[in-house]
């Protein structure tokens, strides 16, 4: 679809909000307004349109109503947002404004209840009781640090209820034969004590089918449960919460990139694998407000495993298979002040000042051992015998320590001036081993450690022109540490820093009596010494961290919402970004210079609507109704394959009566096939992939009280 198609659909939306919007000020309605939307993307809670960052909430609401249930599929919401996923659920790597990184160190952290999960193959979790995701996109370092040098993802459990039980039940059927049954009850114990619980399971056959033997090979099947407990004796606020998946999947659904697109959602394999996920975390969180300052703590542990058994040659043929054990635990500790949202500091008649401060701990502890077993005659013609290759023996440990702060001064109640900064300092050690069984080869080991330290400024300035209408500007510098591949070829096993400075500059707005909100954003991204994931010409499906060199992104965002009437909501967003590798890039030992970075859509677009009206005293009917769309895209560093652009289209409606609902939904409506993933490969076409999730289609019943 052509761009000058995207502007005209946007301005429709545009168009019929608007009209929406005006009918409905020209009917004197003064309660059909936007709701206030509050983010905490920023640490503490603030109303999104007074803060100077590009932040996509998506509510409570909006996840029920679209029935959203892992992060990549809220991420349609937010403008230059892009999700890389493979079949195997652990792989989700998401990508803003282009950029990204691997998952053993990415760009864009996830936060779920304030805790970091600081590798992305365990970030990707069903949404139980959650009750919203905020998507803030450019540099966040100088309040979170780690590995938030692109943004972040903030993913909210919601809060046990202290005033009454609420809960419910769903069972969603769909084709591919999904089942699934969905649960959560929470309430008060007390005055001042409440708890809440919910699990879910859920299985469905796969998409794709192993033309060997008929079977389909992407299936899924997983258990998750999630329990909470809310304390509030005095002005103290106390939450624990404990959560954990079993996953067990089948294999990636990877093929040929050209058999693909001829013959989507088929491979050819005489080994079928599967993708086992354990994930096991707890999080306990204190706040306490006085007049003058709030006081918080936020103490995360994670852990999780994983095992892959895969065909690793992806053909017919008894070439190779692969068996990669993953395991990480994780422990964070973050001690906060603020001032008291009521009683900033007052500097003087017409001018007071907001502040925070705090110190953040983490260990990591990840160990991997990856064994290839590779069929005679396969390496060599000279070696007819089955051989065992380990790449890799990793273990890597990490320890490190932040200190930050950040200052708002508000000026005559219309400017705000922010500065911030924050200190980060890691030490890492690793011991590497690959080899091979029998030794047919040396085997090599690495014994390092490195350390690595950095300070991260912000700063940013907001004017209101009006209460409900703001310009803003910020400079950031964002920054993401070095550190060890667990395997990689000899010479490459350390990698540098990343650093990036970013400017942006935008609007907010409310409009028409506050029933549309309208923002926008321009950025510059400039980065040196890129980390790039690159494939590891030695070990077939393997990847390591390189840093390859500069480059720039640019572009531009837009947000639109608006509420027509009482019944009626409509929605869009559009984003648009060009990222280049700089002059003298090199990447796998080939120039890059000019290239586009890989999987980074030209551009990005979603619009739509939401309907809920009553249609009787007892039952009211809704809908949701979206189109999203994706500029094309390269999927490797040297520009070679590319996804050309595609939209997918997706609609819900039902029916809900005071305890009860009946819904019926549908996915990809039109059955597009893309290939969101694919990587470099020594097969036909040189690469291969994924294809995308097909149409689906079923109902939904359950129970709500």
Not at 280 to 299: D, L
Not at 326 to 331: G, P
């Amino acid at each position: 679809m052509r761009i000058q198609t995207l502007v005209s659909a946007l301005l429709v939306t545009l168009g019929s909000a608007a009209v929406g919007a005006q009918a409905t000020n020209s009917q004197t309605q003064p309660s059909v307004t936007l709701p206030t939307v509050t983010v905490v993307a920023q640490k503490e809670p603030t109303d999104l349109q007074k803060l100077p960052v590009s932040v996509t909430a998506v509510t409570t609401d909006w996840l029920r109503l679209g029935d959203i249930r892992f992060v990549s599929d809220a991420a349609i919401y937010s403008p230059n947002t892009y999700y890389s996923d493979f079949t195997a659920r652990k792989l989700t790597n998401p990508r803003f404004r282009g950029l990204g990184a691997s998952p053993a160190n990415p760009a864009i952290t996830t936060f779920i209840d304030g805790v970091p999960h600081l590798n992305t193959n365990s970030s990707s979790m069903d949404f139980l009781d959650v009750d919203q995701v905020e998507f803030a996109r450019g540099p966040q370092s100088s309040l979170f640090g780690r590995n938030t040098l692109g943004g972040l993802v903030n993913v909210l459990s919601a809060r046990p209820s202290l005033t009454r039980w609420t809960g419910g039940v769903s069972v969603p059927l769909g084709d591919y034969d999904a089942r699934e049954i969905r649960g959560n009850i929470s309430g008060p114990l007390g005055q001042r004590l409440a708890v809440g619980f919910s699990a879910s399971h859920a299985t469905r056959d796969g998409f794709t089918t192993n033309s060997i033997t008929g079977n389909d090979l992407d299936y899924r099947s997983a258990t998750s449960a999630k329990g909470q407990l809310l304390w509030t004796p005095a002005n103290w606020e106390t939450r624990v919460i404990v959560s954990g998946e079993r996953a067990r999947d089948g294999d990636y659904a990877l093929n040929d990139l050209a058999a693909l697109r001829q013959t989507p959602h088929v491979a050819s394999r005489d080994f079928e694998g599967h993708t086992d996920r354990d994930i096991f975390s707890t999080t306990f969180g204190t706040r306490r407000e006085t007049p003058r300052f709030t006081f918080s703590t936020t103490t995360g542990f994670i852990r999780w495993k994983t095992q892959d058994l895969t065909d690793i040659d992806y053909t017919p043929f008894p070439a190779a298979r692969r068996d990669n054990a993953e395991e990480d635990v994780q422990f964070t500790q973050e001690v906060r002040f603020a001032s008291s949202p009521a009683a900033s500091v007052k500097l003087s008649d017409r001018a007071s000042l907001a502040w925070q401060t705090g110190a953040f701990l983490f260990t990591q502890r990840y160990e991997q051992t990856a064994i290839n077993s590779i069929s005679p005659f396969v390496l060599s013609q000279f070696i007819p015998f089955a051989v065992d290759q380990i790449s890799p023996d990793a273990d890597l440990d990490d320890l490190g320590v932040s200190l930050y702060g950040q200052a708002t001064a508000t000026l005559g109640e219309r400017l705000d001036l922010t500065a911030g900064a924050r200190f980060d300092h890691e030490n890492k050690k690793a011991l590497l081993t690959t080899s091979y069984s029998p030794a047919i080869a040396p085997s090599s080991t690495v014994d390092a450690e490195r350390s690595f330290s950095n300070v991260s400024p912000q700063f940013s300035a907001m004017y209101r022109f009006r209460p409900d209408r703001s310009v803003y500007g910020s400079v950031a510098r964002g920054f993401k540490a070095g550190g060890f591949n667990p395997a990689s070829p000899i010479g490459s096993e350390a990698y540098d820093e990343e650093y990036a400075w970013h400017l942006e500059a935008g609007v907010k707005t409310l409009l028409a009596a506050n029933r549309v909100r309208l923002n926008a954003a321009v950025f510059f991204i400039d980065w040196e010494d890129l980390q790039l994931n690159v494939p590891n010409p030695l070990v077939p499906a393997e990847f390591y961290i390189a840093n390859v060199g500069s480059a720039t992104s640019k572009g531009f965002e837009l947000e639109l919402a608006a509420r027509a009437n009482d019944y009626l909501d409509v929605f869009s967003s559009f984003g648009v970004t060009n990222a280049r590798f700089g002059a003298n890039t090199v990447s796998s030992g080939l120039s890059a210079s000019d290239n586009k970075l890989p999987n980074t859509p030209d551009y990005t677009a979603t619009f739509g609507a939401q309907l809920s009206k009553a249609v009787t005293s007892a039952a009211t009917v809704y809908g949701l109704g979206e189109v999203v769309l994706y500029g094309p895209f390269h999927y490797d560093d040297a520009n070679l394959a590319e996804q050309d652009a595609y939209s997918l289209a997706n609609f819900r409606a039902g029916v809900r009566w005071k305890y009860i609902f009946a819904e019926g939904w549908i996915r990809n409506a039109f059955d597009t096939d893309y290939i969101p993933i694919a990587f470099p490969y020594r097969s036909a076409s040189g690469f291969i992939g994924e294809s995308g999730r097909p149409r689906t289609v079923g109902v939904t019943g359950g129970v709500r009280f």
